[in-house]
T-cell receptor, first 113, second 113 residues
Framework: NAGVTQTPKFQVLKTGQSMTLQCAQD?????MYWYRQDPGMGLRLIYY???????DKGEVPNGYNVSRLNKREFSLRLESAAPSQTSVYFC????????????FGSGTRLTVV | GDSVTQMEGPVTLSEEAFLTINCTYT??????LFWYVQYPGEGLQLLLK?????DKGSNKGFEATYRKETTSFHLEKGSVQVSDSAVYFC????????????FGKGTRLSVIA
């Protein structure tokens, strides 16, 4: 099925460990986004990529890096995980033409202990 | 910056009850407005949208009207079902959809039989 695929679905890290969250879309969308979802906070934008080759910071970028590997893939890296990064992470994509809804992945639940 | 405020939850309703979830926004310019729904264990899905004043978005029995004078986009449904139990997010972006979505904190709805 066409859509946004995130891996892994679940992950437990120890404080200080690093990891990369993967996201891929097969809809030929131009823009891709990483959000985190925390209880009572809604979704907050971490980073986004308006088009292949560009990335920009969102509301809460500290502690994260991103790579827009190609048009399909947009990865999120935690270099040194902290308990405050325990969250559910969602990747989303959108086509550039007009005001269209985003397509979201099913999320990665990350726990940092 | 732009922001979205939605009513605090959780909201618990009996089946066939009327639903209203309030959403107000603050934005420069003339945003596009969205409602997203998140079912348990899933990513977000676009429920409905409106791009200009007095537009009414509708889908699956849900409706919301873009009210520029009150900067509001309240979600309504005349008769809720158990299957409507989910978290609902109000969101906005710029008129052309070029800026990343800004989300409210979400409202959890539980419908009991």
């Amino acid at each position: 099925n066409a859509g946004v695929t995130q891996t892994p679905k679940f992950q437990v890290l120890k404080t200080g460990q690093s990891m990369t969250l993967q996201c891929a879309q097969d809809m030929n969308h131009n823009s891709m986004y990483w959000y985190r979802q925390d209880p009572g906070m809604g979704l907050r934008l971490i980073y986004y990529s308006a088009s292949e080759g560009t990335t920009d910071k969102g509301e809460v970028p500290n502690g994260y890096n991103v790579s827009r590997l190609n048009k399909r893939e947009f990865s999120l890296r935690l270099e040194s995980a902290a308990p405050s990064q325990t969250s559910v992470y969602f990747c989303a994509s959108r086509t550039v033409t007009g005001v269209k809804g985003y397509t979201f992945g099913s999320g990665t639940r990350l726990t940092v202990v | 910056g732009d922001s979205v405020t939605q009513m605090e939850g959780p909201v618990t309703l009996s089946e066939e009850a009327f639903l209203t979830i309030n959403c107000t926004y603050t934005a420069t310019g003339y945003p596009s407005l969205f409602w997203y729904v998140q079912y348990p264990g899933e990513g977000l899905q676009l429920l409905l949208k409106a791009t200009k004043a007095d537009d009414k978005g509708s889908n699956k029995g849900f409706e919301a009207t873009y009210r520029k004078e009150t900067t509001s986009f309240h979600l309504e449904k005349g008769s809720v079902q158990v299957s409507d139990s989910a978290v609902y997010f109000c969101a906005l972006s710029d008129r052309a959809g070029n800026t990343p979505l800004v989300f409210g904190k979400g409202t959890r709805l539980s419908v009991i039989a």
